[in-house]
């Protein structure tokens, strides 16, 4: 059970839109807290995608984007192409948890 | 530009201790202002903070697993390092180390590449 939700995967075809949703609550997202979004391609480590909130990681292609509001986050990523299917993770910090950073559960993209 | 480089066993028995280290290139951790971390990820499953250390030498840990955990800095290999202490089939996982920025609640960047650690007799 994660702090933080996201859906377990979403797909769509090349060239269309879709969002990754994390969902938290007020001792994280919600108190103020940035949310920060790794990529994972299968058999990688994960890398940074967006940091607070809305900055995209230097290389990171403009497709990609970040917003947040109130207890929640998501990344949109625009004209999807094959490579990007990957596990999508956001994370955050949560002051109800000893100072904990916190994972969202993950969520698979596919490329259909 | 940072490096980091995971090590260690990667086999661990049961009720034994887990050791691994971080080697970090391409900056110096004790002058960095930066925290140090630990991720881990359970095979086929998601991402799980397990702690950092600040360049000071304060830790800070995840409460589930702060009874057994200890990490540490090596200012003078420029390494940081985890000890997980009475480890059981729980403990497989791929950890990896991280640069954890200046504050509580940045991101982390870079990761090590990971490394295996499984846990059995």
């Known amino acids: 059970h994660s702090v933080l939700t996201q859906p377990p995967s979403v797909s769509g075809a090349p060239g269309q839109r879709v969002t990754i949703s994390c969902t938290g609550s007020s001792s994280n997202i919600g108190a103020g807290y940035d949310v920060h979004w790794y990529q994972q391609l299968p058999g990688a480590a994960p890398t940074l995608l967006i940091y607070s909130n809305t900055h995209r990681s230097p290389g990171v292609p403009a497709r990609f984007s970040g917003s947040q509001s109130g207890t929640s986050a998501s990344l949109a990523i625009t004209e999807l192409e094959a490579g990007d299917e990957a596990d999508y993770y956001c994370?955050?910090?949560?002051?109800?948890?000893?100072?904990?950073?916190?994972f969202g559960g993950g969520t698979k993209l596919t490329v259909l | 530009q940072v490096h980091l480089q995971e090590s260690g066993p990667g086999l661990v028995k049961p009720s034994q201790t887990l050791s691994l280290t971080c080697s970090v290139t391409?900056?110096?951790?004790?002058?960095?202002?930066?925290?140090w971390s630990w991720i881990r990820q359970h095979p086929g499953r998601g991402l799980e903070w397990i702690g950092h250390?600040?360049?000071?030498?304060?830790?800070y840990y995840n409460p589930s697993l702060k009874s057994r955990l200890t990490i540490s800095l090596d200012t003078s290999k420029n390494q940081f390092s985890l000890r997980l202490n009475s480890v059981t089939a729980a403990d497989t996982a791929v950890y990896y180390c991280?640069?954890?920025?200046?504050?509580?609640?940045?991101?982390?960047?870079?990761w090590g590449q990971g490394t295996l650690v499984a846990v059995s007799s």
């Open positions: 991280a640069r954890g920025g200046w504050t509580q609640d940045n991101w982390f960047d870079p």
């Open positions: 250390i600040f360049y000071n030498g304060s830790t």
């Open positions: 391409g900056g110096s951790i004790s002058r960095s202002g930066f925290y």
């Open positions: 994370q955050s910090y949560d002051n109800s948890l000893s100072g904990s950073r916190v």
